[in-house]
């Protein structure tokens, strides 16, 4: 091949990327999308877990649609009241001060306590348990299956199977609600971070019937909801709820809770 081919060919290739750099360039002028100043800085102030925990398909998700007024400046979890205050610098509002919520599982029947109709062996994940005989192995029907499913949904390490059922760290919990969403016996619930008292059982069961299958169930015995001073408390489906809104945290109900499940 001649030093003039080779010249030639050069020169082509040369003009033809020059042709397609200066079109690509037209294009992305035409094209491209106005990015909001204010939704590039939101996105530099939320923390970037990308937990999901806001509803929203990761950080810039909830960036963009707090920009767009679709959300609210304090939407973020995990961020919490620091990061919408910036948040709310940003967006020119004040952020308005929620209160902080952990995760809660409404659920007290460890190995010791809770019976089991038979011992399990195979896979072991809480949502695979609608396959298998009575669902799970536990007696109870509303406990907790303990083969973490929610462990393994958060992003935070803040649960942890102990003794056979979740726990929640709360001082590691940022209320994401990854682990709500993953729990099949739906036991976990957000509540209160400064939540005085709460109740660790869920089963709808009658009170005979409690009894058979967990030592620390709730019986449904009305005692709590006679004595509260607040009327916080209530039996609804032969288990025990408390209104957070009305509770004083005066303790009474966890006095007179013969299975001592309200802490």
Known sequence: MSVTAIITAAIVVGCVGILIGFFLGIAGEKFKVEVDEREEAILGVLPGNNCGGCGYAGCSGL?????????????????GAPVAAKVGEIMGVKAEEGAKQVAFVKCAGNCEKANRDYEYTGVEDCAAMAFVPNGGPKSCNYGCLGYGSCVKACPFDAIHIVDGIAKVDKEVCKACGKCVAACPKHLIELVPYDAKHLVQCSSKDKGKDVMKACSVGCIGCHLCEKNCPSDAVHVIDNVAYIDQTKCTGCGVCAQKCPKKIIL
């Open 63 to 79: 960036a963009a649609a707090i920009v767009k007024g679709e959300a609210p400046v304090n939407q973020c979890p995990v961020g």
